[in-house]
């Protein structure tokens, strides 16, 4: 391991974190190597009892609030500062791998014992996270955990959350354990100095460039979009063409309008899906009379992705009308997108350099928990490589020797922002 040329020595114990990734994965609704931990599922509270015992074996103070957000805190000699915060998630989708947010979780607790065991001594305290429900999976809505420690959602919308068996988050959590009112949550101002979120990358770019780390200076702001569409139903033989209101292809319009607007709108970051298209009654010899599409679009710029939703609207009215289908379309969700903390990704990138590790800045095109926490505190994110670029699959996989360097990078970053 190279030595920087400031700081403290440290060494992350690289057979331990690895240890400690693969007896996590081993806590699974599916057999390994399947990872499947959906929010306060029994093996969601068992991935959490486990969180606390490495919170603990890392000599950390622990808390935990009423939505389930683990809090492992090292004090500083001024704990009254701000602290600088850490942290990811370990919930997983189902079929997902072991790497995702669990590289962060765990690699900010071993980043925090190294740092003891190097000698130093904080002045801010230091805070690694486990937020609840990053994933998805169970509201529909991701990083539930961060959105209310931001106070981005109100509470009264988290409350409002059902899964597909109606039950609502106040529900499910008193039955984990949680109780207490949703309001105490939010952070207070200036809970958090600054805030580095370890993170594979889910993409294929550092692999490709052979570059070990990552600096996020970007992470995309995702929206997702409801469209239902009416027309009329008939029996595909009787009904002819100029009587047609065939609601799938007003969609088929509607998805091609999509693609269209991600590829003009200015921004490379603009993506576009319609990943659900479901017609009815979806019979060979009938006129759809139906059509539902989700559509997701996504930008690192807020400016491009309003005037690609305004494209996509606007081609939706118009093929509609053409097709005499009636349309209702539906913001589902949409978040600004964030930029990176220019100081902590100067720090991140400063460190790199000293360690002798070549680094990277990039726009982070998944969203994290640290899109939220970007909103509250100073951010940034730090990258490792993953096998092709595989996320949310079993097969994901990142080398030890990468968690390590990414683990050590993390350690130094936090001692730096910390005094
Ligand atoms: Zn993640």
Known sequence: MTAPKSGPRIKIDGAGLQRRIDE???I????????????????????????????????LALREDAVGNIFARWHGREPNLPA??????????????RFDGVVGVLGAFEALAALKRSGFSPRRSLEVVMFTAEEPTRFGLGCLGSRLMGGTIPVARAQALRDREGRGLDELRAAAGYSGSLNSVKLPKGHYHSFVELHIEQGPILEKKK????????IAGPSSYRVTLHGEGGHAGAVLMPKRHDAMLAGAEIALAVERAAKNSGSRDTVGTVGVFRIEPGACNSVPFKAYLEIDLRDSRLDTRAKALAEIRSAARKACVKRGVKMEFEEI??????????????????VCRELGLRSMRMVSRA?????????VSPTTMIFIPCRNGWSHRPEEFATTRHIVAGAEVLAHTMARLAD
């Open 84 to 97: 600088v915060g850490s942290g990811s998630h370990t919930d997983a989708i189902p079929n997902a791998g």
């Open 367 to 375: 969203y994290h928990d640290s899109l939220f926490m970007a909103r």
């Open 24 to 26: 996590l994965a081993l």
């Open 211 to 218: 570059i070990p780390i990552g600096i996020v200076e970007h």
């Open 28 to 59: 699974s609704e599916n057999p390994a190597p399947v990872v499947t931990r959906v929010l306060f599922s029994e093996a969601d509270l068992r991935g959490r009892e486990y969180v606390r015992r490495a919170a603990r074996e890392a000599g």
């Open 333 to 350: 969700n949409a978040d600004p997108p964030a930029d990176g903390d220019p100081k902590a990704v100067a720090i991140v990138e400063k």
